[in-house]
C-alpha cells in the first residue's frame, strides 16, 4: 500500500475512506467461515471496509457462532448474502469408515463462489485476489513431497511414518478441489497466513465460570471440531474413559455439521444411563457450540482431546495447552504427528495407522491421565508453554517474524541467528542440498530448515516463519 494512502487514527495505521476495501469470500465450512469473519475484524480495525460475502445460510451461521465482538455492530464490515439453489442437506454418517465430512459436498458446490467465478479479477483495475491458507506448512510441504514421487529420502525422522494423504478425504473431496485449484494459479496474487494474535472477548461462555474454579492444569477440553461424527459405540467407550480417568473434563458432544445447519434434524447422542448425574461437578458436557479460544486460555485447562485440525493446534499452541491427538481425516493425521513427534507437545489416543480401529475406553483413560497427571504430562505443558510465548512474541510488533517479512530477509537469515535458534551448521548445509533438489516443487528453504530443526522451539518458530515469508 503506498505511503500516501495512510494517515494516523486513534494512534494506528489507518485508511482513508475510499482508498481500499476487501471482499472476504470464504468457504462454507465453520472453521473457514470462523476464521475470516476475524480476519475481517481485524481489517476493519484499520478503517478498511470489508465486505463479506456467503450465501444467506451460512453467514447466518457465522454470526450465530461468532465468539469475541458482535459482528452486526461492528464498523465498516457489510454482509453479502445470496440465495443458493436447493441442495441436498444430509445428516453426518457417524458409522462411515472415511470421517470426510461428506455432507457438506453438496454445500459446497451450491453455495461457494468458486475460482472461475473471480476468473475476471485480474482484469479489473487495482483489484488483486488473495488465499487465506488453513493447513499447516508441515501438511503443505510434505503433501508437495509426496505428490513429486519422494524424490529423495532425507535420513531424517521428519520422513519417517508420514502418513499417507490417500485415505485422508474422499474422492468427492478431490473432484471438488480439483475444480477449484483448475484456475487458482491465474487468479491469485498471494497467500495470507494465520499470526495467532489473540482476540478479545466481550461474551461469556456459562463454562468459563466452573473452569475459574478449578486448579491450575486440572481439566481436560474434548472436542473434535464441526466435521466429525463419532458412532454410537465410540461415544460409549469415550465417555467410559472419562470416567475411570478420574480427572476432570469440558466435554463438547455435538455431530458434525450439515451443509445446512439450521434446517432438518439433529442427531443426538446418547451417553451410558445415569452417566451425567454421576458425573456432576466432575465433568461439564456441552451440546452447543462453545468459545474453544477462551476455554483453552484458562488457568485451568490443561489439556486437549483434539482432532488435530490445524485450527485447533494452532489455537492450543498459542494458548500454551499441550494435546492428546485423536485424528480423523484431511491435514490431521499430519498434523498429529507434527505435535506428537516433533514439537513433543501431545500424546497419541489413537495412531492413524489403526484408524479404522475402536478406541477402548482403557485407552481414552490413559491418555487422559498422561496429559493431565504425570510428570510426562508436566513436561509437555512445560514445552508447550514455551512454545506459546515463542509464537506471541514472533508475531509482535518488531517480533523476528514481522521484522523478518517487512526485510524481506530470507529463512536462511533466520537460521543464521544461530544463538537464539541453536541450530546446528550441519542441518542447515543439509537444508541447502535438500532445496537444490526439490527447487521444481518451489519448496522454500525456511521450511526446509524447519524439517532439519534439533530443538523443538526452533521447529516451531520456522514453521511459522516459513507460512509468513513462503511463496
Known amino acids: 500500500m503506498a505511503e500516501n494512502c495512510t494517515t494516523k487514527c486513534n494512534g494506528q495505521i489507518s485508511v482513508r475512506d475510499g482508498q481500499v476495501a476487501v471482499a472476504m469470500v470464504p468457504l462454507s465450512a465453520q472453521g473457514h467461515l470462523n476464521q475470516l469473519l476475524h480476519l475481517s475484524r481485524l481489517i476493519t480495525s484499520y478503517n478498511i471496509p470489508v465486505h463479506y460475502v456467503g450465501a444467506t445460510t451460512h453467514i447466518r451461521q457465522a454470526k450465530f457462532r461468532v465468539h469475541g465482538f458482535d ?20 445428516l453426518p454418517n457417524p458409522n462411515a469408515s ?7 459436498i453438496p454445500s459446497f458446490y451450491a453455495s461457494s463462489i468458486s475460482a472461475s467465478q473471480l476468473e475476471d479479477v485480474p ?51 478431490w473432484e471438488f478441489w480439483s475444480k477449484q485449484e483448475a484456475l487458482e494459479g491465474k487468479i491469485s496474487s498471494g497467500e495470507l497466513y494465520n499470526s495467532s ?63 445446512d445447519v439450521f434446517s432438518g434434524e439433529e442427531r443426538r447422542a446418547r451417553l451410558p444411563e445415569g452417566y451425567e448425574e454421576r458425573l456432576k461437578g466432575r465433568g461439564i458436557i456441552g451440546r452447543d457450540w462453545a468459545p474453544q479460544l477462551e476455554i483453552l486460555a484458562r488457568p485451568s485447562t490443561g489439556g486437549f482431546m483434539s482432532h488435530c485440525g490445524w485450527n485447533s493446534c494452532m489455537e492450543s499452541i498459542s494458548m500454551g495447552v499441550p494435546i ?18 516433533f514439537l513433543k507437545i501431545s500424546v497419541n489416543v489413537r495412531l492413524w495407522a489403526r484408524h479404522d480401529e475402536l478406541v477402548t475406553s482403557d485407552i481414552v483413560e490413559n491418555a487422559v491421565r498422561t496429559l493431565i497427571d504425570s510428570p510426562e504430562g508436566d513436561e509437555m505443558r512445560k514445552r508447550a508453554s514455551e512454545l506459546s510465548l515463542a509464537v506471541k512474541q514472533s508475531v509482535m510488533d518488531g517480533g523476528e517474524i514481522l521484522k523478518a ?36 516443487a518451489r519448496v522454500s528453504l525456511q521450511m526446509m530448515e524447519q524439517a532439519t530443526a534439533t530443538v523443538q522451539h526452533a521447529q516451531y518458530y520456522i514453521m511459522q516463519s516459513m507460512c509468513l515469508l513462503l511463496d
Request: with cysteine.
Open 405 to 440: 517479512k517487512e526485510n524481506g530477509t530470507a529463512g536462511k537469515d533466520l537460521i543464521r541467528s544461530g544463538n537464539e535458534m541453536d541450530i546446528s551448521a550441519k542441518s542447515a548445509e543439509k537444508a541447502n542440498n535438500w532445496l537444490e533438489q526439490l527447487d521444481e
Open 197 to 259: 494474535r489473540k482476540k478479545d472477548s466481550n461474551k461469556r461462555h456459562q463454562t468459563l465460570d466452573w473452569l475459574d474454579k478449578q486448579e491450575p492444569d486440572s481439566v481436560i477440553y474434548v472436542s473434535f471440531g464441526i466435521s466429525t461424527s463419532l458412532s454410537n459405540e465410540q461415544i460409549e467407550q469415550l465417555a467410559i474413559g472419562l470416567e475411570k480417568s478420574l480427572q476432570k473434563f469440558v466435554w463438547v458432544l455435538r455431530d458434525a455439521d450439515k451443509g
Open 123 to 173: 482484469a479489473i483495475p487495482s483489484a488483486e485476489c488473495y488465499r487465506f491458507n488453513s493447513i499447516s506448512a508441515f501438511h503443505t510441504f510434505s503433501s508437495i513431497w509426496e505428490t513429486r514421487g519422494k524424490p529423495f529420502q532425507a535420513g531424517t525422522e521428519i520422513f519417517e511414518g508420514i502418513p499417507s494423504i490417500e485415505n485422508c478425504a474422499t474422492p468427492e473431496l
Open 71 to 90: 459482528p452486526v455492530t461492528a464498523k465498516n464490515l457489510h454482509f453479502h448474502e445470496f440465495l443458493t439453489p436447493p441442495f441436498e442437506n444430509p
Open 324 to 341: 492428546a491427538a485423536w485424528p480423523m481425516h484431511s491435514d490431521q493425521p499430519r498434523n498429529s504427528q507434527l505435535v506428537t513427534k
Open 98 to 104: 472415511n470421517k470426510f465430512p461428506n455432507q457438506l
